[in-house]
T-cell receptor
Framework: SQTIHQWPATLVQPVGSPLSLECTVE??????LYWYRQAAGRGLQLLFY??????ISSEVPQNLSASRPQDRQFILSSKKLLLSDSGFYLC??????????????FGNGTRLTVT | SQQGEEDPQALSIQEGENATMNCSYK?????LQWYRQNSGRGLVHLIL?????REKHSGRLRVTLDTSKKSSSLLITASRAADTASYFC???????????????FGPGTRLSVLP
């Protein structure tokens, strides 16, 4: 069966420090991969998605970047964190299809607090 | 802008009662999905309904879709305390990018089921 691992679960970082969140998927090949951010009590905002190694699409221009060095690994990074980067970050994967009838499978998220 | 908007924002019911949550959207869709999120965790896919379907069942869940009104409802019958969570609808807009999938989530309904 497929599983998705996301770590760390919580993170407290000072303003101006770098960030690296990692997500890996097991049990499937060639998945679509996604990074979402969720503000408290709000819906999800798509940050980045990837349909293949090295292929990253950015939905919202900001202080963050993403990379996909391996087929089932997705990394969210920042060189210098801002207070506004605080939030709940979720990684997700879906089966790569030509249609859209494939649900998203989420990790358990990382709670990032920038102080 | 948000494609899906859930209503109500919060709902509190007694165990055993039915819970109904609604979702409205603005543009034509390929499908609509409902997800559940326990506090501090990732989202879990519940059910997907295609644009050419009107109703779908899964256990105690019943989802309806009215494309003429651009709305969907999620009914949870005989609710349990364990159903306490936030529920989100997500749409895959026909006008969205074809490169990867582009789900748009609403802000969610917070359901509390009291024992």
């Amino acid at each position: 069966s497929q599983t998705i691992h996301q770590w760390p679960a919580t993170l407290v970082q000072p303003v101006g420090s770098p960030l690296s969140l990692e997500c890996t998927v097991e049990g499937t090949s060639n998945p679509n991969l996604y990074w979402y951010r969720q503000a408290a009590g709000r819906g999800l905002q798509l940050l980045f998605y990837s349909v293949g190694i090295g292929q990253i699409s950015s939905e919202v221009p900001q202080n963050l970047s993403a990379s996909r060095p391996q087929d089932r690994q997705f990394i969210l990074s920042s060189k210098k964190l801002l207070l506004s980067d605080s939030g709940f970050y979720l990684c997700a994967w879906s089966v790569r299809t030509t249609g859209s009838n494939s649900p998203l499978h989420f990790g358990n998220g990382t709670r990032l607090t920038v102080t | 802008s948000q494609q899906g908007e859930e209503d109500p924002q919060a709902l509190s019911i007694q165990e055993g009662e039915n819970a109904t949550m609604n979702c409205s959207y603005k543009t034509s869709i390929n499908n609509l999905q409902w997800y559940r999120q326990n506090s501090g965790r990732g989202l879990v896919h519940l059910i997907l309904i295609r644009s050419n379907e009107r109703e779908k069942h899964s256990g105690r869940l019943r989802v309806t879709l009215d494309t003429s009104k651009k709305s969907s409802s999620l009914l949870i019958t005989a609710s349990r305390a364990a159903d306490t969570a936030s529920y989100f609808c997500a749409t895959d807009s026909r006008s969205g990018k074809n490169y990867g999938q582009n789900f748009v989530f609403g802000p969610g309904t917070r359901l509390s089921v009291l024992p």
